[in-house]
């Protein structure tokens, strides 16, 4: 079984910073893009940013130039940065990953989400 965990969300004020973290842990046998996704309240999940097993990040045009994705050698841990955050910003963020376990089948998991609210 493989799973994954995200940490680092609470309570900031506009233009403040967090940093978001995502660990997969578990047997896997491979994994491939990792990503974070949010959703607030009546909205659908939507695609923040992206990075590939080789370190090439893609976002979201509402926090590009505000968000950094990374991830760490082992590539089973990926960071998101926020900075400048917004009131819109305000979600459940959720971690994303391209992963295969025992049967080697590569599978979308994610994690259970971290809640992320930017006052005014």
């Known amino acids: 079984q493989v799973q994954l965990v995200e940490s680092g969300g609470g309570l900031v004020q506009a233009g403040g910073s967090l940093r978001l973290s995502c660990a997969a842990s578990?047997?896997?046998?491979?994994?491939?893009?990792m990503g974070w996704y949010r959703q607030a309240p009546g909205n659908q999940r939507e695609l923040v940013a992206t990075?590939?097993?080789?370190?090439?990040?893609t976002y979201a045009d509402s926090v590009k130039g505000r968000f950094t994705i990374s991830r760490d050698n082992a590539k089973t841990t990926v960071y998101l940065q926020m900075n400048s955050l917004k009131p819109e910003d305000t979600a459940v963020y959720y971690c994303?990953?391209?992963?295969?376990?025992?049967?080697?089948?590569?599978?979308?998991?994610w994690g259970q989400g971290t809640q992320v609210t930017v006052s005014s």
């Open positions: 994303n990953a391209n992963m295969s376990t025992t049967d080697w089948i590569m599978r979308d998991y």
């Open positions: 578990g047997v896997i046998f491979s994994i491939a893009n």
């Open positions: 990075i590939s097993s080789r370190g090439r990040a």
